[in-house]
């Protein structure tokens, strides 16, 4: 059963979530694969709701992204198993079933292809409505050393030398996972 919200509602909620850690959820075909992300923005561009991701070029979520441009942010509520976030965060959907590794229950979307995850129960179902590389030339000296060192390889999971993809996603429907 989904309650649904009006986003704006939960703000506040959303955003101190995406600070310790939320789920970004792509599906192609029957591959579903949550990933933690820390980094997102929640706004109004074009008129429309919009959450944006940034993945980093050589994620597994991108190579979905790139196939199946749609997916869920999921947020948890109240207490939630915080290994979820370590995983996911931290194994690649390439060579891990997360969902499978965590025993997640996957909830059918209403109107995407990706489904939520029941253990994050705040859902954002999103369609991506425009994209952006970063620019490395764009960005200042002092976040490009904390972010990006150039002597990290692009498949460490965390701070490393692959810049990220903006990926801004049209909330098309929002509700809690009951």
Not at 112 to 131: A, D, H, N, R
């Amino acid at each position: 059963m989904k309650k649904e919200i009006a986003v704006f509602d939960y703000a506040n909620e959303i955003m101190k979530a995406v600070e310790t850690g939320v789920l970004v959820t792509t599906k192609v075909e029957d591959k579903v694969n949550p990933m933690t992300i820390s980094w997102g923005t929640l706004g109004i561009e074009w008129g429309k709701l919009i959450f944006t991701i940034f993945v980093r070029e050589n994620r597994f979520t991108k190579h979905q992204l790139e196939k199946n441009p749609e997916f869920t942010v999921n947020i948890p509520i109240g207490e939630f198993n915080r290994k979820i976030l370590g995983v996911c965060g931290t194994k690649s959907g390439r060579t891990t079933d997360k969902i499978s590794e965590l025993n997640l229950s996957l909830e059918e979307p209403k109107s995407i292809s990706v489904p939520g995850i029941k253990e994050f129960p705040l859902t954002l179902e999103c369609k991506v409505i425009y994209k952006q590389k970063q620019d490395k030339n764009e960005i200042t000296e002092e976040n490009l050393k904390a972010c990006y060192p150039q002597d990290v390889d692009g498949s460490f999971h965390g701070a490393n030398r692959d810049f990220h993809t903006a990926y801004y996603g049209e909330i098309v429907s929002a509700y809690i996972i009951e």
